[in-house]
T-cell receptor, first 115, second 110 residues
Framework: ETGVTQTPRHLVMGMTNKKSLKCEQHLGHNAMYWYKQSAKKPLELMFVYSLEERVENNSVPSRFSPECPNSSHLFLHLHTLQPEDSALYLCASSQEVGDRSYEQYFGPGTRLTVT | QKEVEQNSGPLSVPEGAIASLNCTYS??????FFWYRQYSGKSPELIMFIYSNGDKEDGRFTAQLNKASQYVSLLIRDSQPSDSATYLCAVRRGFQKLVFGTGTRLLVSP
């Protein structure tokens, strides 16, 4: 266990549904990330939150909406997704000190299937 | 050109041998480098990180960095079947952004 938890672990949703993915880190870190991992493709960074402020939005479609209410929790709200959004969604966290960002630790991921 | 390139493999080695995994990157400004191990159906697990040119050893793992050649490698000594996994190379570009390669699949046969 890395100290980063994600729920649910598996999610099947229709294209008209609205769902949310949850991530919680117990490491005392101050930066959190959402990544998407599709088959045969490298991990893609979606969003970065540093000290609860979004600092990166990597050209992600608006049907993905992140929320970071505090430094330990991160959500990814999903609505009107497409079948090509089916993937493993990974949350990660790291510690930032000054202008240095340290190693990222990943949660177990949510396997999302859009039907 | 991909930002981070890895041979997808599979790289097959016999148990007890040294496995050598390689990664090249395109951005000369990259500052730090990471190796993650990912078992099938699981999330990436951090194995090693290296910031300076040269070698860094941790148990059976050695990371090697050559910034002039834009090359980073991971050596696994005394490979075990439990080392069979996909190894992801990641390069930090900028403050927080990690750029990942597609990974090299390693198969260690008993």
């Amino acid at each position: 266990e890395t100290g980063v938890t994600q729920t649910p672990r598996h999610l099947v949703m229709g294209m008209t549904n609205k769902k949310s993915l949850k991530c919680e880190q117990h490491l005392g870190h101050n930066a959190m990330y959402w990544y998407k991992q599709s088959a045969k493709k490298p991990l893609e960074l979606m969003f970065v939150y540093s000290l609860e402020e979004r600092v990166e939005n990597n050209s992600v479609p608006s049907r993905f909406s992140p929320e970071c209410p505090n430094s330990s929790h991160l959500f990814l709200h999903l609505h009107t997704l497409q079948p090509e959004d089916s993937a493993l969604y990974l949350c990660a966290s790291s510690q930032e000190v000054g202008d240095r960002s340290y190693e990222q630790y990943f949660g177990p991921g949510t396997r999302l299937t859009v039907t | 050109q991909k930002e981070v390139e890895q041979n997808s493999g599979p790289l097959s080695v016999p148990e007890g041998a040294i496995a050598s995994l390689n990664c090249t990157y395109s951005d000369r400004g990259s500052q730090s480098f990471f190796w993650y191990r990912q078992y099938s159906g699981k999330s990436p697990e951090l194995i090693m990180f290296i910031y300076s040119n040269g070698d860094k050893e941790d148990g059976r793992f050695t990371a090697q960095l050559n910034k002039a050649s834009q090359y980073v490698s991971l050596l696994i000594r005394d490979s075990q079947p439990s080392d069979s996994a996909t190894y992801l190379c990641a390069v930090r570009r900028g403050f927080q952004k990690l750029v990942f390669g597609t990974g090299t699949r390693l198969l260690v046969s008993p």
